[in-house]
């Protein structure tokens, strides 16, 4: 079974930019969860999705956006970016949303450096 | 309010021996999930073990076990016979309750294990 999967695996932008990095969950999962990781703020979720309807969302500006797909897969999307937004974004699938115990399976990673 | 604490910024441990990674948590809700990732240099998440609050026993993996305090409140990964390829960044994390909340990790800072040969 096909693990997550991020594309790209690095993006290089500048100031002002703005950004689409793309999640395919594992087949047969319906929840996607994005998380930022900085070195200085650490792991820190975004948004979570579920048959197309965004559940959750962490406490992020209106720049950070998202959606769901049909087939599951998800898109993230940074508009305006600043240099802070430089960071490891990992999109992570789990087979239903349902409570705690559900594992969270993650992909290797999107590195986005603004410059 | 820290919800994760994970107190060893790093760790250096030689080949075959057993290490413990220690994590506590907070939390008022009785149903939770505590989780721990593993991280190479590489980027990705890696699952290594779940312990839900209501479990009697503690999880084991493999090498992998997870001794769960609960009235301590924490969670402490013990890898055993520790391998080269066990360096990592380790990261301990809970999910709780059943509402909307339950759909988010809460990452701990992280433990750099390194395995000396």
């Known amino acids: 079974k096909a693990g997550v999967t991020q594309t790209p695996r690095y993006l290089i932008k500048t100031r002002g930019q703005q950004v689409t990095l793309s999640c395919s969950p594992i087949s047969g999962h319906r929840s996607v969860s994005w998380y930022q990781q900085t070195p200085g703020q650490g792991l820190q979720f975004l948004f979570e999705?579920?048959?197309?309807?965004?559940?959750n969302k962490g406490n992020f500006p209106g720049r950070f956006s998202g959606r769901q797909f049909s087939n599951s897969r998800s898109e993230m999307n940074v508009s305006t970016l600043e240099l802070g937004d430089s960071a490891l974004y990992l999109c992570?699938?789990?087979?239903?949303?349902?409570?705690?115990?559900?594992?969270?399976?993650f992909g290797s990673g999107t590195q986005l450096s603004v410059l | 309010a820290q919800k994760i604490t994970q107190t060893q910024p790093g760790m250096f441990v030689q080949e075959k021996e057993a290490v413990t990674l220690d994590c506590t948590y907070d939390?008022?809700?009785?149903?939770?999930?505590l989780f721990w990732y593993k991280q190479p240099s590489s980027g990705e998440m890696i699952f290594l073990i779940y312990?839900?609050?209501?479990d009697q026993q503690n999880a084991t993996e493999g090498r992998y076990s997870l001794n769960f305090q609960k009235a301590r409140k924490s969670a402490n990964l013990v890898i055993s016979a520790s391998q080269l390829g066990d360096s990592a960044m380790y990261f301990c994390?809970?999910?709780?309750?059943w509402g909307q909340g339950a759909q988010k990790l809460v990452f701990g800072q992280g433990t750099r294990l390194t395995i000396n040969p």
């Open positions: 312990q839900g609050s209501y």
């Open positions: 994390a809970m999910r709780e309750g």
């Open positions: 992570a699938s789990s087979s239903t949303p349902r409570g705690p115990n559900e594992k969270l399976f």
């Open positions: 999705y579920f048959s197309e309807t965004q559940r």
């Open positions: 939390t008022s809700d009785p149903s939770y999930g």
